[in-house]
T-cell receptor
Framework: DAGVIQSPRHEVTEMGQEVTLRCKPI?????LFWYRQTMMRGLELLIY????????DSGMPEDRFSAKMPNASFSTLKIQPSEPRDSAVYFC??????????FGQGTRLTVV | SQELEQSPQSLIVQEGKNLTINCTSS?????LYWYKQKYGEGLIFLMM?????EEKSHEKITAKLDEKKQQSSLHITASQPSHAGIYLC????????????FGQGTTLQVKP
């Protein structure tokens, strides 16, 4: 398996634009996580899914953030409208539930 | 305040020296994960500890979980430039879901 695949690796966008981050988890993993990493706040869990169903979205900062998992092999994190303070590295991770989480390479988002 | 506190926040050592990174929890740990991250990349799983007093080693890295299960340490023997990066400890929250909360990370530099 190629591991968790995220796209794009880098995204630069203007304030107010919509941004969509994509993730393909490892096949067979029932859990999918979206994390955000910043210098100030470290690595924060935004939301996680179990069998494509959102279980805990308490980490989602605002209504501008939304996440979906239409099927077992794909998830998106959308920010609309984006703001400069959303600039961060966004990680997707997946897990079979009984062991460690496997992380993607991340998407570095810059909002100017 | 952070639920997981790591110390030190950053560390610079001379190649060949030993070093220790600590991770302290405000709650009993029902597992403790150590990950390593290189700048601009995703997190790589190192080790997982579950039992009080447990110790695991991989190459020159040893991790321990104390008997009370509230503190873990990561020890690197004879450090090398390849050990440089950010070390993060993570604790499971939410049973066997793979959902982790993380410490702020410890940045390690190894001078040749």
């Amino acid at each position: 398996d190629a591991g968790v695949i995220q796209s794009p690796r880098h995204e630069v966008t203007e304030m107010g634009q919509e941004v969509t981050l994509r993730c393909k988890p490892i096949s067979g993993h029932d859990y999918l996580f979206w994390y955000r990493q910043t210098m100030m706040r470290g690595l924060e869990l935004l939301i996680y899914f179990n069998n494509n169903v959102p279980i805990d979205d308490s980490g989602m900062p605002e209504d501008r953030f939304s996440a979906k998992m239409p099927n077992a092999s794909f998830s998106t994190l959308k920010i609309q409208p984006s703001e400069p303070r959303d600039s961060a590295v966004y990680f997707c991770a997946s897990s079979p539930g009984s062991s460690e989480a496997f992380f993607g390479q991340g998407t570095r988002l810059t909002v100017v | 305040s952070q639920e997981l506190e790591q110390s030190p926040q950053s560390l610079i050592v001379q190649e060949g020296k030993n070093l220790t990174i600590n991770c302290t929890s405000s709650k009993t740990l029902y597992g403790l994960y150590w990950y390593k991250q290189k700048y601009g990349e995703g997190l790589i799983f190192l080790m997982m500890l579950q039992k009080g007093g447990e110790e695991k080693s991989h190459e020159k890295i040893t991790a321990k979980l104390d008997e009370k299960k509230q503190q873990s340490s990561l020890h690197i023997t004879a450090s090398q430039p390849s050990h440089a990066g950010i070390y993060l400890c993570g604790a499971p929250r939410g049973g066997n879901t793979g959902k982790l909360i993380f410490g702020q990370g410890t940045t390690l530099q190894v001078k040749p």
